[in-house]
């Protein structure tokens, strides 16, 4: 199947594993920074397959792990007022906050609907103009530009029951934050291709120089990850520390202009909190001024949140790399999908949640990679 | 809602709630359907409520899926399906018209299967308290002699045979109830299996486990067999028979296959001296011709289902939790 089977094929990744396992003499710690990037490797059992020195570590890019606790309370509040269609993309529903999810929220009587796309929402305020119909913007620069279209159209359209709850965040300022951390174990990332598709190139060869730190441009799928990895460990090697495109057939050095133009009409840059993490200078959006009748949390003035996260859950060192899944002592035991105490479990891109669903049972691979296929 | 998506969160309820309070030995077995002592015969008794939404959609209907939905879990216990019953649940103000064609489609069905509908009852609910029609549909058939099928009797090296492609029902659902197209249209593959396991049954009648696959996919189907049984299931990913629409609208909604609902196929533990007459027989049937087998049964991981990744690693394939959840991005 054309862009699905091609970039899953096993005699190619056999070549690519083989072209690591030669170029790699030492140890090396490399970061895939997004969470579908975490999630296709644990699916795929790349790790299993690397050269021992190959260690990932799992980042921080899994926007339902990172949105804030604050942000998630906001959200069941305005969810549970009875004038509000509160809408919002399926893996959000599941995200605990401090005492409950949209899940019970909706189960309780609150209007959460499921969408998969924000113009859905825009749509259900067209039809419902008695109601207010809020939906939840949250993600990275790749949910970022159709949440932004979505403000944008209502505002044409004149369209005043809808509004959105933002909690956006940006990457490179996570990267910059992860590698001025003390205790940081990373030597390469492998950025994530779609928020380069949106956002460009542009930003990161400041980044590699300053913290002398390979940045490979990383697509999704199997193949796509391992020529991120090879290229990483190809520059490590070599100690050489510079920004490659191992991604080209998505991404262009200068990103999707109209995107970028729409962000930058309807956001503007902000210090966000990043749950698990804390504050990040300038590494969040928020509607500009000209939109800010379309801001949620400025519509509904909900405020006074009090929350509670657990006591025993590390997500925030899983985030950061500081952690694998499995070194927390709740992993498994007190916190599962059925039970999460952290979003990273409860996310499926989150890296608690494709520890516990792929690896809870550490099955020695049977075969080398050398011999796959 | 996830109490009712066929994972996790629905085996719980029925274990720890209706199972202990209605409790009796018949019921403890928790297969497709029970499998009742009756004068020198075998009976099986199955029932099943439908509420999919829509009540139309590409290939079939809720007056199919009721039909079949019964007539398959009879099936599952290697039963030949004879008698039906209907209780259908209408919604103040659903049009006639539209429970006329509904039940044209539960008639259709029945005869295709080869079932009698023999009693049935209507009760119509306030406006807003339903969603159109619910149906209801008990069913019962006969079990031939020398026919043992249970969830329990999966062994170490039992081959699991599929008789046909996954994923179709729950990505032909979700075309129509999301509004989303993914180039090609999706049918849903319901249809009654009656034959098909008659017909598998009469190759090898020492089939250990039959099942099908609906509501929380392969992956609760065989994690449910592979606890019942003690029993660890390998997996091969690249035997699993998934068509391209399933894995573009599974790859476009970051679903799994595994997971997404079927209709109309089942899977079978057969011994393993005995997989191949099974895989021909199977094959010789239009609603089998697909079949393959997917993977065996292993001492290793009791209880739990691991699949082989295209590359040659490994992960766990769990039970789902409650309904699948499309991703952000």
């Not at chain 1, 792990?65 to 509000?84: G, H, M």
């Not at chain 1, 993309?89 to 009587?109: A, I, N, T, Y």
């Not at chain 2, 087998?293 to 040659?312: E, K, N, Q, R, Y």
Request: hydrophobic share 40%.
């Amino acid at each position: 199947m054309k862009y699905l089977d091609e970039f899953n094929d096993p005699v190619l990744a056999r070549h690519l594993f083989d072209d690591i396992r030669a170029l790699t003499t030492q140890p090396w710690s490399l970061m895939e920074v997004c969470g579908g990037q975490t999630h296709s490797i644990i699916r795929h059992g790349i790790d299993q397959l690397l050269p021992e020195e190959i260690q990932l570590i799992h980042g921080p890019g899994c926007p339902v792990c990172v949105t804030p606790l604050e942000i998630i309370d906001k959200a069941l509040e305005i969810a549970s007022r009875p004038e509000v269609v509160f809408c919002s993309f399926g893996d959000m529903l599941r995200v605990p906050g401090s005492g409950r999810d949209l899940f019970q929220v909706k189960s309780e009587g609150g209007d959460v609907r499921v969408v998969y796309s924000p113009l859905d929402a825009l749509r259900i305020a067209q039809d419902n103009p008695d109601r207010q119909v809020v939906f939840f913007g949250i993600g990275f620069e790749t949910t970022a530009p159709p949440n932004a279209m979505t403000v944008y159209q209502a505002k044409k359209l004149g369209i005043t029951n809808f509004s959105l709850l933002v909690s956006h965040v940006r990457v490179p300022p996570a990267i910059d934050a992860i590698m001025n951390s003390p205790d940081c174990r990373v030597q390469a990332f492998l950025a994530a291709g779609h928020v380069c598709t949106v956002m460009g190139t542009a930003e990161y060869p400041e980044l590699a120089e300053r913290h002398k730190v390979p940045i490979v441009v990383t697509g999704f799928e199997p193949l796509d990850i391992l020529e991120g990895i090879r290229r990483a460990v190809r520059q490590l090697e070599a100690g050489r520390h510079v920004v490659e495109n191992a991604y080209p057939r998505a991404v262009q050095p200068g990103g999707s202009p109209a995107a970028k133009a729409m962000l930058a009409d309807v956001f503007e840059v902000t210090d966000r909190s990043w749950r698990g993490i804390g504050m990040i200078p300038r590494s969040g959006w928020r509607l500009s001024s000209r939109y800010r009748d379309y801001d949620a949390e400025h519509r509904f003035s909900v405020s006074g949140i009090d929350t509670q996260e657990s006591t025993v859950c590390r997500s925030g060192e899983v985030l950061q790399g500081l952690i694998k899944p499995h070194e927390c002592a709740a992993f498994g035991k007190q916190c599962t999908p059925r039970n999460p105490l952290g979003a990273t479990m409860v996310s499926s891109e989150g890296a608690c949640a494709a520890y516990y669903l792929y690896r809870r049972l550490q099955v020695p691979s049977t075969q080398e990679a050398s011999s796959v296929g | 809602m996830g109490h009712g998506g066929g994972g996790t969160l629905s085996a719980e309820l029925v274990e720890h709630l209706f199972a202990p309070a209605f409790g009796n030995d018949v019921l403890a077995e928790l297969g497709d359907s029970a499998r009742l002592p009756a004068s020198g015969e075998r009976l099986a008794f199955s029932t099943d409520s439908f509420v999919v939404r829509p009540l139309f959609f590409p290939g079939g209907s809720i007056g199919d899926l009721a039909v079949n939905g019964t007539v398959n879990d009879l099936a599952m216990s290697g039963a030949r399906p004879l008698f039906l019953s209907c209780g259908f649940i209408l919604e103040e103000g659903v049009e006639l018209a539209v429970v006329g064609k509904v039940a044209e489609a539960f008639g259709a069905a029945a005869r295709r299967a080869g079932v009698s509908v023999v009693t049935g009852d209507t009760k119509v609910v306030e406006a807003g308290h339903g969603d159109g029609v619910f149906i209801n549909t008990a069913g019962i058939g006969r079990i031939p002699d020398g026919v043992d099928i249970h969830p329990r009797r999966a062994r170490p090296g039992d081959v699991v045979l599929v008789s046909g492609a996954i994923g179709v029902h729950g990505v032909a659902i979700m075309s129509v109830r999301e509004g989303l197209e993914f180039g090609v249209e999706t049918e849903s593959d319901t249809a009654p299996l009656g034959d098909l396991v008659a017909d598998l049954l009469a190759a090898c009648p020492d089939v250990h486990v039959l099942r099908d696959p609906t509501r929380g996919g392969l992956a609760a189907t065989l994690n449910e067999i592979a606890s019942a049984s003690g029993v660890g299931v390998a997996l091969e990913e690249h035997a699993l028979p998934v068509p391209d629409t399933v894995a573009n609208a599974c790859a476009f909604l970051g679903l799994d296959p595994l997971y997404v609902a079927n209709e109309g196929k089942l899977v079978a533990f057969v011994p393993p001296d005995r997989a191949d007459v099974c895989l021909a027989a199977l094959r010789a049937h239009p609603l089998g011709k697909e079949a393959v087998a997917i993977g065996h049964c292993v001492p290793d991981h009791p209880g739990m289902v691991v699949s082989a990744t295209g590359l040659g690693g490994t992960r766990v394939v769990d039970m789902p939790l409650g309904e699948q959840l499309p991703r952000i991005c």
